[in-house]
């Protein structure tokens, strides 16, 4: 079973940058994609962006793109998601998660195994 956890999320004004790192262990084989996702109060967990483990490709949401990118470090088995020109509506707790096949679709959570304990980003305008 992979342990996740999540840091990085704090409070930051309108257009400020955060990075969030998500550290696995207990790997025994590698992810098919690794996942960041993020619930508001309200509303669904969404994805934010998705990491293929194998070709180093990343997907993300139309609302953030250009704005976050995620990246890996393999020797700390930890990847990163870069925030920047945050707005007020990317607060929501995030969360990141490991889809261990590639059975259903990369964007459903449904399709995720382990997720972390999520971490708190709010952002005030």
């Known amino acids: 079973q992979v342990q996740l956890v999540e840091s990085g999320g704090g409070l930051v004004q309108a257009g400020g940058s955060l990075r969030l790192s998500c550290a696995a262990s207990?790997?025994?084989?590698?992810?098919?994609?690794m996942g960041w996702f993020r619930q508001a109060p309200g509303k669904e967990r969404e994805l934010v962006g998705a990491?293929?483990?194998?070709?180093?490709?990343?997907y993300y949401t139309e609302s953030v793109k250009g704005r976050f990118a995620i990246s890996r470090d393999n020797a700390k088995s930890t990847v990163y998601l870069q925030m920047n020109s945050l707005k007020p509506e990317d607060t929501a707790v995030y969360y990141c998660?490991?889809?261990?096949?590639?059975?259903?679709?990369?964007?459903?959570?449904?399709?995720?195994?382990?997720w972390g304990q999520g971490t708190q980003v709010t952002v005030s305008s």
């Open positions: 998660a490991d889809r261990p096949s590639n059975l259903g679709a990369y964007y459903s959570a449904l399709n995720y195994h382990s």
């Open positions: 207990g790997r025994t084989f590698s992810p098919y994609h």
């Open positions: 990491l293929s483990w194998s070709t180093g490709n990343t």
